[in-house]
């Protein structure tokens, strides 16, 4: 009887625990992190925008010279799959194509057999809801566009690993990076948003077109606010009156704190309040989620 | 019965064939590129410069917060058996070191076990031995220092794999990099070199400190060769008398096209000749090399 709690994976078109989901370690999608990726997430045994999560994902692979034989109703099909095989009501849902393995000797991309992957594991908090997010600046660069498109969702993760160590040692909990001019970009799976005098501000280039950055900027319209694409300095940030992140991995989350500097008296605000409350109402909604058929 | 013949493998304390070896999909070395690596040849059946790519493997773990419960003398050996266990006079080994799974629910690396893998497949050329390179400069950038340090040896090879398909396009075998400058950084995998009035000029900054580059620069020297370290703009290498790509995957490999520019009248040059077979001749000297007990 195999136990499938911890989560299932779809590999070598089986469905296997998460707990036996490996990848040869020769594909190059491990030896040069020559991979794409998206993650849904699942609330209440529904997909939250999974068509959106899909078109991204096969743009992506369009992007990298990369396809997979399956279409978006079969794609969509293995994904309920694993979710279904968890049989978690809450999960963190992602979906890979790496390179695959090059003929044998060969150093040509070309020669690679794409692979796809797929697995469903408990939801994934960045902070756990009940907490704000102390933030630190790092002064590390994000890879920049002219090395990598961040708008293909990749692996290239190293800058984010040493900012969240350096936002370890300087006491924080996680940290974004900057450009080359010093502008705030991204974090490890989150966009950034500040908020003063009501006016929302988030970075425009140079970071991955979150799809919970995209649902905030319809909600913000929504409601009435004004949303600023622009450069934000980090001086700006740390004088921000309310500050939040966005994620697949925890939706809205408030930023209480940046550097050395407590935002909002290190509560949440009531702009970043009411986007969190009408984010999470969405989740019902047939128009943004769909139902799994466990 | 097991069969080696295209490899072998240390993973999990065992040696397995190359074909069985595998990773978890969970691990961050998968999922966020957190990982570094080495790559040392055996050739004529000899571990080429094995201490100069242990210590790099050692500094690169050093620098990223990583360890692995092996001291050098042991690491010697795990290799060896997986050259051993393949059989192979001459081969690729690689030594890899990644984050390891965090625990459940958690986004935090210091609540990773670090994993370790090794494995020996059939030595790998960059390019045929008896063709000289077609090199492409890609207007792409390599990802900058101020991103991902790259003397850290680690697999963020998007932008290397991009230059790759750019090359192709343009009719060449593979590309070097440029900086935000439009300075010349490196290839995927190896270093460049160019000649002109048999001063010898390679990109000082920015790149991996390669173990073939470091012989070159040795060689150099003894065959009383001048080197700059300095910036090489791409119009200097297309007019190089003579170029080359330092790997060690095939050692001192021959450009001898640079976009539509042939150089040296497409023939390997004269001092390219002298460093080529003054470093293989290094591989049977017992200060360079350590004989594998087969």
Redesign the interface.
């Known amino acids: 009887m195999k136990h499938y709690t911890?989560g299932a994976?779809f590999?070598d078109q089986e469905i296997v625990p998460?707990s036996e989901?490996?990848?040869?370690?020769?594909d190059?999608?491990?030896?040069?992190?020559?991979a794409t990726y998206d993650v849904v997430h699942v609330w209440r045994g529904r997909f939250f925008r999974l068509n959106d999560h899909m078109e991204r994902f096969y743009s992506s692979m369009e992007k990298?010279?990369m396809a997979i034989p399956y279409t978006r109703k079969e794609l969509h099909s293995i994904l309920s799959s694993c979710v279904k095989a968890s049989g978690l009501r809450e999960a963190y849902v992602e979906m890979?194509t790496t390179?695959g393995l090059p003929e044998?000797?060969s150093?040509?991309?070309?020669t690679c057999t794409n692979q796809f992957?797929a697995?469903a594991?408990?939801f994934?908090?960045?902070t756990k809801p009940q907490n704000g997010l102390h933030l630190i600046v790092s002064e590390?660069?994000?890879?920049?566009a002219?090395?990598?498109d961040p708008v293909?969702k990749?692996?290239?993760?190293?800058?984010?690993?040493?900012g969240?160590?350096e936002a370890?040692e300087r006491g924080g909990e996680?940290a974004v990076?900057i450009d080359?001019q010093g502008n705030i970009k991204e974090g490890?799976?989150f966009n950034i948003f500040s908020i003063k005098d009501s006016v929302l501000k988030t970075p425009a280039k140079g970071v991955l077109q979150g799809i919970t950055r995209k649902t905030v900027l319809e909600l913000a319209t929504e409601n009435g606010f004004t949303v600023i694409h622009g450069n934000l300095k980090p001086e700006e940030a740390r004088s921000s009156d309310e500050a939040f992140a966005t994620s697949t991995?925890g939706g809205i989350i408030p930023i209480t704190k940046i550097d050395d500097q407590i935002i909002n008296g290190g509560i949440i605000g009531p702009i970043t309040k009411t986007l969190h409350d009408s984010y999470w109402k969405l989740h019902d909604e047939p128009k943004y989620s769909a139902a799994i058929n466990y």
């Open positions: 911890n994976a590999i998460i989901a490996k990848i040869s370690i020769l190059w999608g491990f030896l040069h992190s020559d990298l010279n890979i390179r044998p000797g150093r040509d991309p070309r992957f697995f594991i408990p994934i908090w960045i590390r660069q994000r890879i920049p002219e090395s990598v293909i990749n692996y290239h993760w190293l800058d984010f690993v040493m969240q160590f370890f996680t990076l080359s490890p799976g991995a």
